[in-house]
């Protein structure tokens, strides 16, 4: 009698434990990503992250080997969210303009105003300066200077239109993305007048497509 075929489906058990185990991991991160933002990466103790957390000081050293590790995370995590924030506003939009002018609004409205713990630690230069974290903060930004310049290119080719020289679409990504993430550093401000993100927001997005029609051509 032939052996039944190998799978690679897993069991029902093993998918349980497996997002038990990712929930448990995102657990640990938000935890992290709360008291790094309101305590400061140097006074917050894994101790701290794991009680609110609700896990045991080795459960959060089985999913990252230091705190340094874990602000890293924490920043791929937040980097992560933002591109695929900006990506959906910018898909849902019938034009290149208007896609940009949508994600920028959406990082105002969608991210500054209910999560500005990932603002801050995204933005703030002061809450780490480890080789770790530094790559952190660097991949991000250069991902989402070429999901700009990407964008920029196919919009473009799309509405047959052209920059004014070949390097164009680069300074308007890089300035783009430069642009939000200072913005993100004077969010401190911000929160003490949660009045004004919406106009903020709104005269940013005309700046920054302002300066895109300046460049672009038919």
């Known amino acids: 009698m032939k052996n039944p075929p190998k799978t690679n489906k897993l069991s029902a058990s093993a998918l349980r ?14 935890a992290a990503e709360i ?4 305590n400061g990466y140097r006074k917050t103790k894994i101790e701290d992250i794991a009680g609110k957390a609700e896990v045991s000081v080795g459960t959060v050293y089985g999913y990252f080997q230091n705190k340094e590790e874990l602000l890293t995370a924490v920043l791929d995590d937040i980097g992560l969210y933002i591109r695929k924030l900006a990506g959906k506003a910018f898909g849902d939009a019938d034009s290149v303009l208007e896609g940009i002018e949508r994600a920028g609004m959406a990082f105002f409205e969608e ?6 713990e990932k603002v801050l630690l995204l933005c703030d230069e002061s809450i780490g300066v480890g080789d770790q974290f530094v790559n952190a903060r660097r991949n991000f930004m ?4 070429e999901d700009v310049h990407g964008a920029l290119m196919k919009g ?8 004014a020289s070949g390097i ?3 300074v308007i990504a890089v300035c783009t993305t430069a ?14 007048r949660p009045g004004d993100i919406n106009t903020i927001g709104r005269e940013t997005v005309t700046y920054i497509v302002g300066g895109i029609k300046s460049l672009m051509v038919s």
Do not use: N
């Open 156 to 163: 473009k080719d799309g509405l047959g239109l052209k920059f």
């Open 142 to 145: 250069l991902k989402m200077t």
């Open 179 to 192: 642009i939000f993430v200072w913005l993100g550093m004077y969010y401190k401000i911000w929160r003490k």
């Open 111 to 116: 991210l500054c105003r209910p999560y500005p």
């Open 17 to 30: 434990r497996e997002r038990e185990k990712q929930l448990r991991r995102q657990s640990i991160l938000s």
């Open 168 to 170: 164009s679409a680069e």
């Open 35 to 38: 008291l790094f933002a309101h």
